[in-house]
């Protein structure tokens, strides 16, 4: 009963594609303006979602301080990163064509197919998102079968694992820097 409301409630917000679409039509408009683009990365993904499942193994280990200092710098980390990748590729957002293949719904969890098109190349991008505060969120990328959840695990259980959990922090800030500029 209660995954039928929430995907009754789901479906009468917007549909998982919709939702795709209008964030990345959204982020074409909003291009030029790190202001706008920051509010779409932020209302749009569930970063501390994604935070959670990039830690992976190592989340369980960390104390609720811990916890919530690596979501603060987390999100920054990749509200910086996609703002960075959205200013770099205005020119090439505005010349691709993007398909809108389907979306799959599981409940509260739902994935959303696209593809690609810039001259010859194709490539295809899954976005998984769930149901979350009334809204699909994303809180992983799926890019020709690479996922960023899932690459960012590696990284990060490599640097927490090898050296330790503040060096983890310690190396997202200085990037974060970099990227800041």
Known sequence: MLVALVLATALAVSSPLEAVKNTVEALKKAAGNKLQVRALIL???DLAE???RSL????R????????????VFA?????????RVFNSTEFIGTV?????????DGEFAEVETLIIAGSDRFSVVYKLHFVGGHWKAYDFIIENVSMVSSLRSQFDRIVSRESFAE??????????ELDK
């Open 43 to 45: 209302e749009r993904m």
């Open 50 to 52: 994604m935070g959670q």
């Open 56 to 59: 992976g193994r190592h989340w």
């Open 61 to 72: 280990n960390i104390s609720d301080k811990e916890r919530a200092k690596y979501l603060d």
């Open 76 to 84: 920054k980390y990749i509200e910086v990163f996609y703002r960075e």
């Open 97 to 105: 064509e993007i398909k809108y293949l389907k979306e799959r719904i």
């Open 168 to 177: 983890l922090l310690r190396k997202l800030r200085e990037r974060i820097m």
